[in-house]
């Protein structure tokens, strides 16, 4: 008898829960059995495979405008290498112009993606300085599936305290969560000016004009706003113990505050700012990558929660674009392509050396992400949820390099980096995105997606 129009079978589901040896059965584009023996229409046999969430990647720019630049991966290059590394859904941000609304700003940006997108998606809304006055839309735009903001502690762009905690009061108000970029923005021109005064303008006084001393306190300084607004709070890019102690700090109080890090702040080190020429260039991004001893503290946060969710910040530039401001180390665009490998990454030096386990790993990647931010039918293998299912090879080695990956870009941070376990096959809403490694999946396949946080 027929029951499903596809079976994942043979394989070893891996859940934030657990393990467990059954088979999924997929109708109408929705997980509707897990058990042994189920029989389909289409049936895969997963035998020695891992079937997994689809994976969730919360923090990614595609097709997006950074002064004048453009991010290289677009809505269907960036979600096409996000399918064929396993994962099923993204959120990417809108910015409102000046006189622009919140909503015809959602609306623009989600008309972009419409035509291009191949998985599902979601949004952030920024608020930066001149929304301050629009707050008062903050409850239509959460209304409209968009309940997380962004804010900047950083750039020209960034918030002040008193504008932080207006926003974070009318968040609260409308049942949203904010978000924090969180660095000294002052600290860090006063260090830049100073190192370029005296000639300091390779790549190298990048994280040294940064300093992990500053992210902390900015951290610190934004969990007391969100205190005081009371208000949960997600921290972005995390990238060092400094960031780590003050939410361990906050949530052994009682306070919920989220937070997320990065395959490059767990992989990479600052002696990469070292290198001759462009090459030094190439790992700008902010925070900066930290010095070698960083790493090991970011997994052991991962690994007792006090850090929740892997995510890429995936915000691809040309080499040449990074080399053009090779002369003044502030000027060099920042940002770093990891779409496509941050689930295998995660599972060869997270599950693969032993620092996370499988379902930690699934957590991470998967289920706390969608939880935290509003995917209510996503990030777990469940009977009605969406059939966004990732079959995963543990033994499959793939060395990364640009002939290997799909990003739209000329470079990548991992060039070299030798992985066992691969995506095999990626569905979406039971539909095939990637079928033996090979994609099969069209523009425009992927669906807004309208969160609705626990909260709300």
Known sequence: MVDYDLVLKNGTIVTAAGTDAADVGVRGGE?????????????IDCQGLLITPGAVDVHVHLQYPIGSLTTTDDFFTGTRAAALGGTTAVIDFVEAQPQQSLLDALAQRQA?????????????????PHDIPKLAQVADVVAAGCPSF?????????????????????IRRAGGLPIVHAENWDVIQTLVQQNLAIGRSD????????????????AGRVINLAALAETPLYIFHVSCQAVVERIAAARAGGQPVFAETCPQYLLLDDSLFDRPEAAGALPVCAPPLRPLGEQEPLWMALARGDLHVISTDHCPFWLADKAAALGDFSRIPGGLPSIESRFALAYTFGVGAGRLSLSQWVDCCCTMPAQL??????????????????????????????????????WTPYDGFQLTGWPRHTLSRGQWLVRDGQFVGQPGQGRFVARRLATT
Do not use: C
């Open 31 to 43: 997980i509707a059995g897990i058990a042994p023996h189920l029989h389909g229409a289409q049936e």
């Open 112 to 128: 972009l993606a419409a035509e291009r997108a191949i998985i599902d998606y979601g949004f952030h809304m920024t608020i930066t």
């Open 150 to 170: 962004k804010h900047y502690m950083a750039y020209s762009f960034r918030l002040h305290d008193g504008q932080l905690l207006q926003s974070f009061q009318a």
């Open 203 to 218: 790549p190298r006084w990048h994280p040294r004009s940064r300093p992990a001393l500053m992210e902390g306190e900015a």
């Open 373 to 410: 931010m509003g995917f209510t039918k996503k990030g777990q293998i469940a009977v009605g949820y969406d059939a966004d299912l990732v079959v995963f090879d543990p033994r499959q080695p793939v060395t990364l390099s640009t002939k290997t990956l799909h990003e739209n870009v000329d």
